[in-house]
Structure formats: C-alpha cells, structure tokens
Nanobody
Framework: QVQLVESGGGLAQAGGSLRLSCAAS????????MSWFRQTPGKERDFVAA????????YYADSVKGRFTISRDSAKNTVYLQMNSLKPEDTAVYYC?????????????????WGQGTQVTVSS
C-alpha cells in the first residue's frame, strides 16, 4: 500500500511560482512512476507531468511544457512539481498519483494510488 500526501498549494499571482510536494509512504518509491494531474469543477482530471519509475524520463502536458518541472527525491520519497510563469488557467486541484504498472503515463487508469489533492489558485 502506498499513501500520498500533497502540500504546497495556495494562491499565486499570474506570472508567479509555486512548488507542490507529494510525500509517499512505502519502501518501493523507486519502482513507481510518479505523476501530477489536475482537475477543475465539472471537468475531467487531466495529466500534467510524470516522472518515470527510473527517474530518467519526464513527461509533460503541452499546456505546461517549459513552465513546470517534475522532479523526485528518492531519499525523501518525495516528488515535486515546480510551477513557474503561472497562468489563471492553471487554477485547479492538483493530485499526486503513483503507479507500479508499466502503462501509458498520461492515462488515469494507469495509476493505482492517489493523493487527496491540493488547491492551486492563480489570480490575474
């Protein structure tokens, strides 16, 4: 069983930055693909970024490419999402997700563990 706890959400102005953290329990962190998704009311949960289980590859949604960076610290069992040049359309609840399945990293169904979510609000 893996438990995920997000932190770091809050309010930022357009053009500003925030860093989200996701602390994972369990000793198998290194074997999990770790990702971030986001969701706004009435819409589907969308892929944002993923860090492969090996840590060697990162994947990003086109909407955040060049602005967001995903990283992981295996010693701390933590994955981060550095969000720069924030836009009002980045406003959403951000969810951390983990998967030990070697499937498509952008698909919701790939992930077997989810955090509770953290709100990010970007004002114009």
């Amino acid at each position: 069983q893996v438990q995920l706890v997000e932190s770091g959400g809050g309010l930022a102005q357009a053009g500003g930055s925030l860093r989200l953290s996701c602390a994972a329990s369990g000793r198998t962190f290194r074997t999990y693909t770790m990702s971030w998704f986001r969701q706004t009311p009435g819409k589907e949960r969308d892929f944002v970024a993923a860090s492969s289980w090996s840590g060697g590859s990162a994947y990003y949604a086109d909407s955040v490419k060049g602005r967001f960076t995903i990283s992981r610290d295996s010693a701390k069992n933590t994955v981060y999402l550095q969000m720069n040049s924030l836009k009002p359309e980045d406003t959403a609840v951000y969810y951390c997700a983990a998967s030990n399945r070697r499937l498509v990293v952008t698909a919701l169904s790939t992930y077997n563990y989810w955090g509770q979510g953290t709100q990010v609000t970007v004002s114009s």
